[in-house]
């Protein structure tokens, strides 16, 4: 598996799992171009300074695998979000950006829903909505401690809001150690900054679809407190409530950005298939779904133990399904 060996090798590097907090962050903006420093091409995706250096958020376009770097390390052609696709429209980035835009009219849970790993096996991702309760700690122990024999660190993807990250700063740092110690690897996926959210409004008017919001402070924002937070932000973005329009899945489009949506919203009891990309909510507000994940995973200790069901890391499993797409 050719992400797999990539993802290895930056575990072993020493800033894999600690990325640099960004303490000083200006000038933070969406910027769109060409970056090459041999042998590798790359997608830039934001700019920014910090203790007056300057910064370039990347992708890589075959491994959907981000950085942060320093601008002068690379050769950069400027372009339009447009010109980048069209550049690098053979490659797994652009074509998950657009499956996930042929989905973009459904108004619950647009985006890519499952990936195609290799072996049986799922993607977990976890929300981490605004919530008053502590971190559901249960989700993070019983993996490692399923896993840790077979799969070590153990791959989960983790949408984060920026409410969540201000008011939960203990829990924050807890899966950060987990991380430090290779317990887990995590993807950050944004999530919003506010996730707003009504009890009242129907859907094509609730979360972000509610009248007034600024998409762009929604992304940018949670961004900046991920790289505040020695955070790296990833590709990936789930939209509040799984609630979107055919314009709000285009706006995210052009930031750069996959919406990951799910086919196996547990609490809600649907069942997981191999690729399936699984969703619990990690925040406390749902106890249903973390303890139908816990029941599984006890129901698959014998696969685990044999390698025969596994987690997947989300962008493997995302880069794999283009590469079956291509044989």
């Known amino acids: ?8 090798l930056l575990l072993c590097s020493t800033g894999a799992f600690a990325q640099a907090n960004f303490t000083e962050i200006t000038n933070y903006k969406a910027f769109y171009g060409w970056a090459h420093h041999y042998p590798q091409d790359w997608i830039i995706l934001r700019q920014f300074d910090d203790h007056q250096r300057h910064y370039f958020l990347l992708v890589n376009p075959q491994t959907l695998v981000t950085k942060i770097d320093e601008s002068n390390f690379y050769q950069v052609t400027p372009m339009t979000v447009a010109q980048v696709r069209n550049q ?16 973009s009219v459904m108004i619950q849970d647009a985006g890519i829903e499952r990936g195609m790993p290799k072996e049986t096996g799922i993607s977990l991702t976890a929300d981490l909505c605004p919530s008053h309760r502590p971190l559901d700690r249960r989700i993070f122990t019983d993996i490692f401690t399923e896993f840790k024999k077979v799969e070590q660190p153990v791959p989960i993807a983790l949408s984060i809001t920026g409410v969540w990250m201000r008011q939960h700063q203990q829990d924050l740092e807890w899966l950060k150690q987990m991380q430090q110690k290779r317990e887990i690897y995590i993807t950050w996926i944004n999530h919003s900054f506010t996730h707003r959210v009504s009890a009242t409004k129907p859907l094509k008017e609730n979360f972000l679809l509610e009248p007034g919001t600024n998409i762009s402070y929604e992304v940018l924002e949670t961004e900046k407190a991920m790289l505040k937070n020695g955070l790296l932000p990833s590709v990936f ?25 799910t086919d196996a919203w547990l609490a809600k009891g649907q069942q997981p298939q191999a690729g399936s990309i699984v969703l619990i909510h990690g925040n406390g507000n749902e106890p249903v779904g973390v303890n139908d994940f816990i029941n599984l995973l006890r129901t698959k200790s014998q696969a685990i133990t044999k390698k025969q069901w596994l987690l997947y890391d989300l962008r493997e499993s995302i880069d794999q399904e283009f590469e079956t797409e291509n044989k």
């Open 88 to 103: 690098f429209k053979n490659t797994p980035y652009e074509r998950a950006l657009t499956k996930a835009e042929r989905k």
């Open 1 to 8: 598996m050719r992400i797999r060996i990539i993802i290895l």
């Open 237 to 261: 973005f789930r939209f509040p409530g799984l609630v979107s329009d055919q314009q709000l899945v285009y706006d995210i489009t052009n930031f750069g950005l996959i919406p990951i949506g």
